[in-house]
């Protein structure tokens, strides 16, 4: 009797012991599967607002190209008029006086107001223009003599700018 009593003493012990330990084992991986839990929603609101971050570089960045595009069409706009009214100033003869000079960028013409000493060299210089394909088209609007010299005013519509 008594070491029957020894011996389930002893079973009630190690069945304890067994208890404790597959507890401790039990809340060992809660612990551990918690944490790796921890870590994951770390990663993930890390993650999360470096998404955000990135969305924001993005957007600015698309900003910055949109700005940049226009920029670049500005300045495509700018050399297309320079290069236009440089050609206009090298096909006018030294005889002509150009007295004013204006472009329209939204009409793409340019008007030029000037004198000359004959109507004849106003003309040959409205040929001169045409003849260069800078040009759509060369308008006198008008031509009027005045004393020894010649008035006119003339429109180039570009054919570099439509539009």
Not at 15 to 30: D, F, K, P
Not at 67 to 75: F, I, W, Y
Not at 100 to 114: I, M, P, T
């Amino acid at each position: 009797e008594v070491r029957q009593r020894h011996l389930r003493r002893r079973r009630v012990r190690e069945a304890a012991l067994t208890g404790v330990l597959a507890c401790a084992a039990v809340v060992l991986g809660a612990s551990a599967l918690s944490a790796q839990a921890n870590r994951q929603t770390h990663w993930q609101t890390r993650m999360a607002e470096d998404v955000r971050h990135l969305e924001t570089i993005t957007k600015q960045t698309e900003r910055q190209q949109r700005t940049v595009r226009a920029v670049e069409h500005a300045l495509a706009s700018r050399r297309r008029t320079a290069t236009v009214l440089a050609e206009l100033f090298r096909l006018t003869p030294p005889e002509i006086q150009c007295e004013q000079v204006l472009f329209d960028r939204s009409r793409a013409e340019v008007v030029v107001r000037g004198t000359a000493p004959t109507t004849r060299q106003v003309l040959d210089y409205i040929r001169s223009l045409e003849g260069a394909g800078t040009w759509r088209r060369v308008d006198l609007r008008y031509s009027a003599r005045r004393g020894s010299r010649t008035d006119f005013e003339l429109v180039v519509l570009s054919a570099a700018e439509q539009p």
